[in-house]
């Protein structure tokens, strides 16, 4: 007969080993009830999928908004300024020139090179900040060792519990997923 | 699918709105798997087991490119001779080209971006294709000004670049203008395409068969697991994007249009060309847009998703920016007369009863009067007729900025400098050749990536 502290060591264990349960379901709605009864439970730890955007899911995970937009903007003001200064620079201070009798700040005919950089500097800021937010590129995740996971980019939608939850339970976990009546339950192994 | 599922299908597409317009989107009985299906199942044909059109489109596009490189080779050994081009008609056909292929890019982004954020859901069908198509365009177009060059091999020198020459750019000019606009144009459309595309190339990399092919669009899916909250911040980029993208579409043509309105020529130096450039672009674009999409949509069956509804919708547009066009040409007359500039007036007079007056009249048929066939919801909806319309605008753009550019300098000031141009058969032979470099680009577009926008479409079937 183990003792408590050696059954609490070998559950612990068993945690460890695993990355999470993930559940999959058949529909946008379905998973969006589910990640929501998640939610309620106490879970925070946990992530859903899905092969499109679902209206409400990040919210339903507890997210709130995306610093995405805050990004863009500083990346677009970087633009337009550095724009604006470079010609600024080269045609009033580095190599100043009389074309067509305009001052040499002929800020009218900057205007383009200005715009064209700002939206430059902010789509560069866009991407790169959406990929550097979610992490990505990422080669190699635990959840891709599932293999009804494929199905996340095609037809089904899944909802992911992590083991470092503190709310995590191997089993109590995997009771609250029947619970759901999801169409699968996965233990995901970690590495 | 049996006959009596395809009468279904059919009668179901046929469905109008209290209007009379199509109403469906989506083929009914399109769900999430049949979209991946018939989109992904394009891309993951093993090897050489092509549809026979796509192996002689392939074959054509190849030669024309090869056409393509020798007259460059021509060109750069001995130089800008070998075309037309002289003083006083130093723009020719490079130029007329660079116009046209940029103005054809247009209509990726008019299609993904101001579309995207006017709410117009029907776009998802064709974003894709189009995205593609501005950057397979830009790539032709930039060729021009390079080759254009008298020595494309310091065209870098029109770069801000800390040089040993003590020298910059000349920012005052629409030359370097052009630089900033089109190199933007092309990287964020190539930035806006990327992203619409991970989704999707990782749909494509769960279910590639070989390992090669999982690895390979595995590697440029970046990792994309398609996490609620992953999504969640790609579509405020995406957004984001389209937010900007939009802007830009209305100035890079317009910046294009200023290589001309800023200059003294008489029949360019008109504050109507910026507006007027940028929507003949659109109309180029879309034309284009229709000329290669109808053959894909016929050959690869994807009358599900490319239904009725959104042939009605793009020939709409068409006839609005060919009317646009047409305002432009009555605007540029009636300015030229109103102005009471001698010169002006003369060069329109040319334009219209001229050595070169025979290219304005079939203009006018080609470009306005084909076109208006549009307001005809049958044409709009039959195939065939809408191919041949947007072929004749496509040709119509292309003669449009033929005579704006060249045919103006031909009579410009002092009847001392009228002279004609002629093509020679490097000028023609460059242009059919960068045909191939579009051709080429869009053939293993469509053999090696998702042609729509598989994700997008989903959403469509799951909401319905």
């Known amino acids: 007969m183990l003792t408590r502290a050696a059954l609490l060591r070998n559950t612990m264990n068993l945690n460890e080993k695993i990355y999470g349960l993930i559940a999959e379901f058949k529909g946008d709605e379905e998973v969006l009830t589910a990640t929501r009864a998640a939610y309620d439970r106490g879970y925070r730890k946990m992530d859903a999928f899905a092969p499109f955007p679902v209206e409400g899911l990040p919210e339903a995970l507890g997210r709130k908004r995306t610093a995405i937009p805050v990004i863009v903007f500083a990346g677009g003001a970087f633009g337009c300024l550095g724009g604006y200064l470079l010609q600024w620079y080269a045609m009033t201070v580095s190599y100043p020139l009389n074309i067509g009798g305009r001052p040499l700040n002929s800020w009218p005919m900057f205007i383009p090179i200005t715009f064209e950089l700002t939206i430059l500097s902010a789509a560069f800021a866009a991407i790169i900040g959406m990929l550097v937010l979610n992490k990505l590129p990422l080669p190699h995740h635990p959840l891709f060792n599932v293999p009804e996971f494929e199905r996340a980019s095609s037809d089904k939608f899944f909802l992911c519990i992590q083991a470092d939850d503190p709310k995590f339970d191997l089993r109590e976990t995997r009771r609250f997923l029947e619970m759901l009546k999801p169409e699968s339950i996965a233990e995901v192994p970690a590495e | ?386 191919f041949f319309v947007a072929l004749s605008a496509n040709l119509g753009m292309w003669v449009d900025h033929f005579l704006i550019i060249a045919v103006s300098l031909t009579h410009d000031f002092t009847p001392s400098t009228w002279k004609m141009y002629y093509p020679t058969i490097w000028d023609i032979l460059t242009m059919f050749g960068s045909v191939g470099l579009f051709l080429t680009l869009i053939v293993l577009f469509v053999r090696f990536l998702p042609l729509i926008a598989m994700s997008e479409t989903r959403e469509h079937a799951s909401k319905r």
């Open chain 2, 1 to 386: 699918m049996t006959p009596e599922n395809e009468q279904t299908i059919l009668a179901a597409l046929d469905q109008r709105t209290p209007l009379g317009y199509p109403a469906r989107l989506l083929a009914p009985g399109e769900n999430l798997e049949s979209v991946t299906e018939t989109i992904g199942s394009i891309v993951l044909k093993p090897g050489l087991r092509q549809p026979k059109a796509w192996l002689f489109a392939a074959a054509g596009a190849f030669s024309l490119l090869m056409v393509f490189f020798v007259s460059i080779a021509w060109l750069l050994y001995r130089g800008t001779g070998i075309w037309g081009i002289n003083i006083p008609i130093a723009w020719g056909f490079a130029i007329v080209n660079f116009v046209w292929w940029v103005g054809i890019g247009h209509a990726g982004t008019f299609i993904s971006a101001i579309l995207l954020l006017l709410h117009q859901k029907w776009r998802t069908a064709i974003n894709r294709f189009t995205e593609t198509m501005t950057l397979c365009a830009i790539s032709c177009a930039g060729m021009f000004p390079l080759l254009h060059l008298g020595r494309p091999w310091v065209a870098f020198w029109m770069a801000p670049y800390p040089d040993t020459m003590g020298l910059w750019p000349q920012f005052r000019s629409p030359l370097v203008w052009d630089m900033f606009a089109v190199g933007t144009y092309f990287t964020v459309s190539l930035i806006f395409w990327y992203c619409g595309l991970i989704p999707d190339l990782a749909t494509v990399r769960d279910r590639a068969t070989t390992r090669g092919r999982r690895l390979i669009y595995g590697f440029l899916a970046l990792g994309w697991r398609n996490s609620a909250v992953h999504w969640q911040r790609h579509q405020t980029a995406y957004l984001l994007l389209a937010g900007i993208a939009t802007p830009l579409v209305l100035s890079v043509h317009s910046v294009v249009g200023m290589d001309f309105a800023v200059a003294m020529v008489p029949g360019w130096h008109e504050t109507i060309i910026p507006p007027y450039f940028v929507a003949g672009a659109i109309y180029s674009g879309f034309a284009m847009m229709l000329n290669i999409l109808l053959p894909i949509r016929r050959l690869y069956g994807l009358h599900n998703i490319i239904t009725p509804r959104h042939l009605n919708n793009i020939g709409n547009i068409m006839l609005v920016l060919g009317n646009m066009v047409a305002y432009s040409y009555i605007i540029e007359e009636f300015m030229a007369w109103y102005s009471g500039d001698i010169f002006e007036q003369s060069t329109m007079a040319d334009r219209a009863f001229g050595s070169y007056g025979w290219i304005f009249w079939a203009l006018i048929v080609i470009n306005i009067l084909v076109p208006q066939a549009l307001w005809s919801r049958r044409v709009r909806l039959n195939p065939v007729a809408l």
